[in-house]
């Protein structure tokens, strides 16, 4: 009997041990996502990107092909969103979330940019980030 008290009472804290660990892992990747949209509505492209993974291994994927690494990554932004009047003011909803493993989440969501000069655009995104060296950080980003 103490046994059976013993084992059920390891289940329960390890649930409540679990929960509480994806508490914590999604207030911080929507932290992160925060930052994001904080630092895009400064017209900051460079604290934007500190949410992306610095690595050549970094995929981000749109309508235009698949783009490799931080760098381009970068570029691309600055390319495609030159001034304040292009980036606008975004605004992220998030759809669902889900966290894969210990250390992998997967969020799909809504992103709309308002733009008084160059018309309102949005679509939609998804994200994988991953926890590296007790960071999070996207991993691949698929955004249409």
């Known amino acids: 009997m103490i046994f059976k008290i013993t084992v059920l ?3 329960i804290f390890s649930f409540q041990f679990s929960l509480a660990q994806n508490s914590k892992n999604w207030q911080e990747v929507n932290s992160l996502l925060a930052m994001q949209e904080k630092a895009w509505n400064e017209g900051n492209i460079d604290a934007f990107m500190q949410g992306y993974w610095k690595n050549d291994s970094l995929k981000f994927v749109s ?3 698949v783009v490799y690494g931080w760098q381009k990554t970068y570029e691309r932004y600055q390319k495609n969103y030159p001034d ?3 980036m606008g003011v975004l605004k992220f909803e998030i759809v669902s979330k889900e966290q894969m493993g210990k250390e ?3 969020v799909v ?3 709309f940019l308002k733009r008084d000069e160059k018309g309102d655009i949005g679509g939609y ?3 994988i980030f991953r926890k590296i060296k ?3 950080c996207i ?3 698929h955004t249409s």
Do not use: N
């Open 9 to 11: 009472f390891f289940l």
């Open 63 to 65: 309508s235009k092909g």
């Open 84 to 86: 304040r009047a292009s």
């Open 104 to 106: 992998v989440y997967f």
């Open 109 to 111: 969501g809504k992103w």
């Open 125 to 127: 995104f998804s994200l």
């Open 134 to 136: 007790g960071k999070w």
């Open 139 to 141: 991993v691949a980003d």
